[in-house]
């Protein structure tokens, strides 16, 4: 029985981290140029594998912030950080290529692969930075 003793503890810091997996997606979809939700509704891969790639930018500092972060504010405060640098990730690529949200929208798996593969390239030096 001691084993589930942390159950209530992993329960919220879990609830959390799905809490704010959803908050990224809300925001990052309201912030590219292109309707992720319409397009992955209509079966476009490209919008698929780009935020695929943006979610798991997010989600791998967001599991080093769980595994070290001190206490619960200090994981809210460095996933906020966390969600801020990978939605920078998309406006990085946006700087180099303008057209890149009319291109997903086309179904251009190039442009998909630039903003999700970058989005995990960040996310991973991301992540690394966290392991404080």
């Known amino acids: 029985m001691t084993s589930l003793q942390s159950l209530p503890e992993f329960l919220i810091w879990f609830i959390t981290a799905l ?3 959803a908050v990224f997606l809300a ?3 309201s912030i590219t140029r292109h309707d992720e939700w319409a397009l992955l509704k209509a079966g476009n891969t490209a919008a698929a594998v780009s935020l695929m790639g943006a979610t798991l930018g997010f989600a791998l500092p967001l599991a080093s912030v769980i595994a070290h972060a001190a206490d619960f504010i ?9 969600m801020i640098v990978q939605l920078l990730s998309y406006f990085l690529v946006y700087v180099v290529r303008h057209d890149v949200s009319a291109a997903i929208a086309r179904g251009e798996m190039a442009s998909a692969v630039l903003v999700g593969g970058g989005g995990v390239v960040l996310g991973v030096i991301n992540a690394a930075c966290l392991t404080y």
């Open 19 to 21: 809490v704010l997996l």
């Open 27 to 29: 925001v990052y979809a």
């Open 74 to 82: 200090d994981l809210l405060v460095w996933a906020v950080v966390a």
